[in-house]
C-alpha cells in the first residue's frame, strides 16, 4: 500500500504536483493526464528520485519515505528508457539482476512472462521498440516488487505490442501497480480505479464506471447533416462513417435533441479534463 499525504513538488514557480493525496493498494491503478499533467514527477517522487517540497510518502508497513528516506522494494520503468546494444537480452538482464543484488534465476520467469525467453542470445540492437520495451517491464517486475511503476510504456508501439502489454499487466498479482500515461485505451480494460491528473492537481479518483459516469447523458452520435442543429458549446470526439453517411460524435453539458449513447472511459476522462 502507498499513502501519498499532501505532496507538492515544484520547479522554480512552477508547482508539478500539487498538494496531492491518494491512496494505492493491491491491484492495477491508472494515472491519466495530458503531457505536463505532472504524472512523471509523481511517478518519481514514488520512485525515490525527487526530493519533494512537502507531503509525505507512505509504504505500508514498510515505513515512511519523507523527502528521501528509504522505502519498499520497486521495479521502475521510466518514460526514457535505454539498454546498452552490444549486450545480449540475457546479458542486459544480468546486469539489472546485479544491479537490484538479485540471482540469476529471476531472469529466465520474467523474460518467459513478456515473451522473450527465445530472444535471450539476441543482442539488444536487433530488438524492435515493442520487444525493448517488454524488456523494460521485465526488469521492472524482476525480484517480485511490492511497487510496480510504468511511466508511459506503450509510447510509440503499435497495436499489436500494446495488446501484449495489456496482456502482460493484467497477469500481474499481489503488487501494487501504477501505470502513467496519456493514452486512455492503456487503462481501459486492465485498470479498476483510475485517477486523473492535470497541471499538477488531482481532478478525479475513482473507478473506470465512475469515470465513464462523468460523460452521462452527454454524448451524442448526430449526423454531420445535422450539425447546425446542435446548441450551445461542444467538442467533436470523432467522425464515423456508417452506411455511406458520415456521423459526428459529440460531447456537450447542455442537453440536445439528439438520442444520446453510452459512454466509453475516453468520453468520462474529456468531461473530466474540460470541467464539463
Given at each position: ?8 513538488k ?16 493491491t ?12 504524472k ?13 517540497d512537502?507531503?509525505k ?8 519515505k ?5 522505502c519498499?522494494?520497486?521495479?521502475y ?6 539498454m ?7 546479458e ?24 522473450l ?9 536487433s530488438?524492435?521498440g515493442g ?15 511490492d ?9 510509440g508501439l503499435?497495436p ?5 502489454f ?9 503488487a501494487t501497480?501504477?501505470?502513467s ?14 485517477f486523473?491528473?492535470n497541471d499538477?492537481?488531482?481532478l ?5 464506471e465512475?469515470l ?7 454524448v451524442y452520435?448526430?449526423?454531420?447533416n ?5 446548441t ?7 467522425r ?5 453517411r458520415?456521423?459526428?460524435?459529440i460531447?456537450s453539458s ?9 459512454p466509453?472511459l475516453?468520453?468520462?476522462y474529456i ?5 464539463m
Amino acid at each position: 500500500m502507498i499513502i501519498i499525504d499532501s505532496l507538492t513538488k515544484s520547479f522554480k514557480k512552477t508547482k508539478a504536483v500539487d498538494n496531492f493525496s491518494c491512496v494505492f493498494d493491491t491491484g492495477i491503478y491508472g494515472i491519466l493526464g495530458p503531457n505536463g499533467a505532472g504524472k512523471t514527477t509523481l511517478i518519481r517522487c514514488i520512485a525515490n528520485l525527487y526530493n519533494f517540497d512537502s507531503g509525505k510518502i507512505s509504504f505500508g508497513e514498510t515505513g515512511n519515505k519523507n523527502k528521501k528516506n528509504s522505502c519498499c522494494n520497486i521495479g521502475y520503468l521510466p518514460q526514457k528508457f535505454g539498454m546498452f546494444p552490444h549486450l545480449t537480452v540475457y546479458e542486459m538482464m544480468k546486469y539489472f539482476a546485479i544491479e537490484k543484488n538479485l540471482s540469476e534465476k529471476e531472469i529466465e520467469p520474467v523474460l518467459d512472462i513478456v515473451g522473450l525467453s527465445n530472444k535471450s542470445k539476441q543482442k539488444i540492437s536487433s530488438l524492435s521498440g515493442g520487444m525493448v520495451r517488454r524488456l523494460g517491464i521485465a526488469q521492472a517486475i524482476m525480484g517480485t516488487p511490492d511497487v510496480i511503476l510504468l511511466d508511459e510504456p506503450t509510447v510509440g508501439l503499435d497495436p499489436e505490442e500494446r495488446i501484449k502489454f495489456k496482456n502482460i499487466i493484467s497477469e500481474l498479482k499481489g503488487a501494487t501497480v501504477i501505470l502513467s500515461t496519456h493514452i486512455v485505451t492503456d487503462v481501459d480494460d486492465i485498470c479498476s480505479h483510475v485517477f486523473v491528473m492535470n497541471d499538477g492537481s488531482l481532478l478525479f479518483n475513482g473507478s473506470s464506471e465512475d469515470l465513464k459516469k462523468m460523460a452521462d447523458k452527454k454524448v451524442y452520435m448526430v449526423s454531420e447533416n445535422e450539425k447546425e442543429q446542435i446548441t450551445g458549446t461542444y467538442i467533436v470526439q470523432s467522425r464515423i462513417e456508417n452506411n455511406h453517411r458520415i456521423f459526428l460524435k459529440i460531447l456537450s453539458s447542455e442537453k440536445q435533441t439528439f438520442e444520446a449513447v453510452p459512454p466509453t472511459l475516453e468520453d468520462g476522462y474529456i468531461c473530466c479534463l474540460k470541467n464539463m
